[in-house]
């Protein structure tokens, strides 16, 4: 008897000598969703987080372009093919993402409108000068902002309307996010965390327990530690994109009802495991009354953290599960 456990403890030696202890890796990228990435992983070695790293980046990059509203790519239909008239096959993930946003758009009663682009892209170009929009041009523009006038028929897309533009800038993050992690887990990472421009996923735990991802402070600093494994968490804030004319701020997340920056929050953090719906409820319920965004939360059963203008805190229940 004595000697099959000794046998037993020298086979379990062996085989867990096979996978040596699981280390921390990370890597950052610059050159993708015009932000910062960073991939965090426990790996047993250097050569398989660089396999993993070099896969995120690859995909990051394949679906950055294909969001991409501003440059074009030999070979490649993509969101500004779109927006330029050109028709022909796009790519699957273009067609989903945009079914995906309708779906959005009607949930959130117009909230989140990817057909914003013409509005969009007279509040970007306005943000590069420094300078407010014309108010009447703001209203003309929104003439041809009707997410109806998006078509998808299998991998054909159709804008009805050639003054219409789409533009992908609150739900290509976070769906790149979600998309790559499915990838990263396709490959065999289990402990993991991807954080696209703070649009972050977790997968698994550290050796040491949860992830811990800090929500930050729109004055800066950290609001709230929550400790997550599974989830993704992202925020959409005031404080992201900005500028100053005559001392009032003008950030970038636009109410589709006045077309104004939305004026009710500073920041609103959503917590829900998806990582493309978190992104899309972060920048509705951003435009929404506290009421109809909890509505829409409780219709996902996510979790959201509102910071209102005054810097109250607003938790939904299920926050304080996560809170460290
Ligand atoms: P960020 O991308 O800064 O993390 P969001 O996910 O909230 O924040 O997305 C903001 C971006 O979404 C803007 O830069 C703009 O491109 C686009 N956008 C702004 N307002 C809206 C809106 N109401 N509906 C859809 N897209 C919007
Ligand atoms: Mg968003």
Same mark, same amino acid.
């Given at each position: 008897?004595?000697?099959?456990?000794?046998?037993?403890?020298?086979?379990?030696?062996?085989?867990?000598?096979?996978?040596?202890?699981? &280390?921390?890796? #990370? @890597?950052?990228?610059?050159?993708?969703?015009? $932000? %910062?990435?960073?991939?965090?992983?426990?790996? =047993?070695?250097?050569?398989?987080?660089?396999?993993?790293?070099?896969?995120?980046?690859?995909?990051?990059?394949?679906?950055?372009?294909?969001?991409?509203?501003?440059?074009?790519?030999?070979?490649?239909?993509?969101?500004?093919?779109?927006?330029?008239?050109?028709?022909?096959?796009?790519?699957?993930?273009?067609?989903?993402?945009?079914?995906?946003?309708?779906?959005?758009?009607?949930?959130?009663?117009?909230?989140?409108?990817?057909?914003?682009?013409?509005?969009?892209?007279?509040?970007?170009?306005?943000?590069?000068?420094?300078?407010?929009?014309?108010?009447?041009?703001? &209203?003309?523009? #929104? @003439?041809?902002?009707?997410?109806?006038?998006? $078509? %998808?028929?299998?991998?054909?897309?159709?804008? =009805?309307?050639?003054?219409?533009?789409?533009?992908?800038?609150?739900?290509?993050?976070?769906?790149?996010?979600?998309?790559?992690?499915?990838?990263?887990?396709?490959?065999?990472?289990?402990?993991?965390?991807?954080?696209?421009?703070?649009?972050?996923?977790?997968?698994?735990?550290?050796?040491?327990?949860?992830?811990?991802?800090?929500?930050?402070?729109?004055?800066?600093?950290?609001?709230?530690?929550?400790?997550?494994?599974?989830?993704?968490?992202?925020?959409?804030g005031d404080y992201q994109r900005f500028y100053e004319v005559d001392g009032v701020i003008y950030h970038h997340i636009i109410d589709p009802k006045n077309l104004w920056p939305a004026s009710l929050w500073r920041s609103v953090t959503v917590i829900f495991e998806d990582s493309s719906t978190a992104d899309?409820?972060?920048?509705?319920?951003?435009?929404?009354?506290?009421?109809?965004?909890?509505?829409?939360?409780?219709?996902?059963?996510a979790e959201a953290v509102w910071v209102s203008k005054d810097g109250e805190i607003t938790c939904s229940e299920g926050v304080a599960k996560y809170e460290k």
């Open positions: 008897m004595k000697r099959v456990f000794v046998i037993l403890i020298a086979a379990l030696t062996v085989l867990s000598g096979c996978k040596a202890a699981p &280390k921390r890796f #990370s @890597a950052s990228y610059t050159d993708v969703f015009d $932000t %910062v990435t960073d991939f965090t992983a426990y790996c =047993s070695s250097q050569e398989e987080f660089d396999r993993l790293s070099k896969a995120a980046h690859e995909e990051l990059l394949r679906l950055h372009r294909i969001f991409d509203i501003y440059n074009t790519y030999d070979g490649l239909n993509n969101a500004k093919s779109l927006n330029d008239g050109v028709s022909g096959e796009y790519p699957k993930e273009l067609c989903e993402i945009i079914g995906l946003s309708k779906q959005w758009y009607s949930e959130s009663d117009g909230a989140l409108n990817i057909a914003l682009g013409s509005v969009l892209s007279l509040w970007h170009d306005c943000r590069e000068a420094k300078v407010l929009p014309d108010a009447d041009e703001l &209203k003309s523009r #929104s @003439a041809h902002c009707d997410i109806d006038g998006i $078509t %998808v028929d299998g991998r054909n897309i159709r804008l =009805s309307d050639s003054m219409m533009s789409i533009d992908l800038g609150a739900v290509a993050k976070g769906y790149a996010a979600q998309k790559t992690a499915e990838l990263l887990e396709s490959l065999g990472a289990e402990n993991f965390a991807l954080s696209v421009g703070g649009n972050v996923v977790t997968r698994g735990k550290k050796p040491s327990g949860n992830w811990e991802i800090g929500i930050q402070s729109p004055d800066g600093g950290i609001l709230m530690t929550l400790s997550v494994s599974g989830e993704s968490i992202v925020t959409s899309a409820l972060s920048t509705a319920l951003f435009c929404l009354p506290y009421e109809d965004g909890a509505k829409l939360l409780e219709k996902y059963g």
